[in-house]
């Protein structure tokens, strides 16, 4: 393993799994997260030589800190823009704040923080891999009380593949995960949201959720973080602007 691998978002759910799936593979990785201590938690699991503080909102704070990171630690040869959040609301009901807010850090925050990414692998002209985690509602809106998220995720769909054919000539592969229903802290807010919604208890709606999926468990974290690891590992040398369903069959395309 030649490079580094930097995570967003690497403090919670999906992205400490991944944090600690690529460290078990080998690579040295460096967890970064809004919130610093989350970040320093995930690093501690993974052995990390390091852990950052990273608002993808923050253009400047995102440049700087993955140039302070490969200055340190070495080229990067992993990205994983997985940093995200959610909130239900009806559609007739979301603010335009509310919706900027959603696309400012699932779609602006991963294009910025994929971009410098990007920039800091060109510049050291060597081959690099970029996994975007995107979500079944990147490729589906038949989803209840997320029309911002989804805009945000098929956003990330569409990056994706944007990205992955123009730094193709840099060797520089760049796909997606899109999850269904993983249990992470942000599913537990969602859960608690669409009760509200719907007016029925937690249970009923991780019912729906169950009964939404064909293979009748709720994702884990790791079962992204293996996809992700495989994105982005040599099995998938000839794979560049795909979006891959990790969702136990909750969608199919
Ligand atoms: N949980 C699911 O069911 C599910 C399904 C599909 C896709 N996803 C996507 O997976 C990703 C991770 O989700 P999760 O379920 O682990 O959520 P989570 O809420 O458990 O963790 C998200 C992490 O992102 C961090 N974060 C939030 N805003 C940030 C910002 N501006 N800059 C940097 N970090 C920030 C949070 O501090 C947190 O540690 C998100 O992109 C989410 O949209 C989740």
Request: glycine share 10%.
């Amino acid at each position: 393993m030649s490079g580094i691998a930097v995570v967003t978002g690497a403090g919670s759910g999906i992205g400490a799994a991944i944090s600690r799936e690529l460290a078990a593979r080998g690579r040295v990785v460096i967890p970064t997260d809004l919130d610093p201590a989350a970040a320093a938690a995930t690093g501690a699991a993974c052995g990390s030589p390091a852990t950052h503080r990273l608002d993808v909102t923050e253009p400047v704070e995102v440049a700087e800190v993955i140039t302070s990171i490969v200055t340190e630690h070495g080229p990067m040869e992993v990205f994983v823009s997985n940093a995200g959040i959610s909130r239900m609301r009806r559609f007739l009901e979301i603010t335009p704040e509310e919706f900027d807010s959603t696309i400012g850090v699932n779609l602006r925050g991963l294009f910025l923080a994929s971009q410098a990414a990007a920039r800091s692998m060109v510049a050291a002209g060597r081959p690099g891999c970029i996994v975007n985690v995107a979500s079944m509602a990147g490729k589906q809106g038949r989803v209840p009380y997320l029309a911002d998220y989804v805009a945000s995720k098929f956003g990330v769909v569409g990056l994706t593949q944007a990205m992955a054919f123009e730094l193709a000539e840099h060797e520089i592969r760049v796909n997606s995960v899109c999850p269904g229903y993983v249990a992470t802290p942000m599913q537990d807010r969602e859960l608690a949201w669409e009760s509200e919604l719907r007016g029925v208890d937690v249970e009923a709606v991780r019912e729906l959720y169950l009964a939404d999926t064909p293979l009748r468990r709720l994702e884990l974290p790791e079962d992204v973080a293996r996809v992700v690891a495989f994105l982005a590992g040599p099995d998938a040398s000839f794979v560049t602007g795909e979006s891959l369903a990790v969702n136990g069959g909750a969608f199919m395309d």
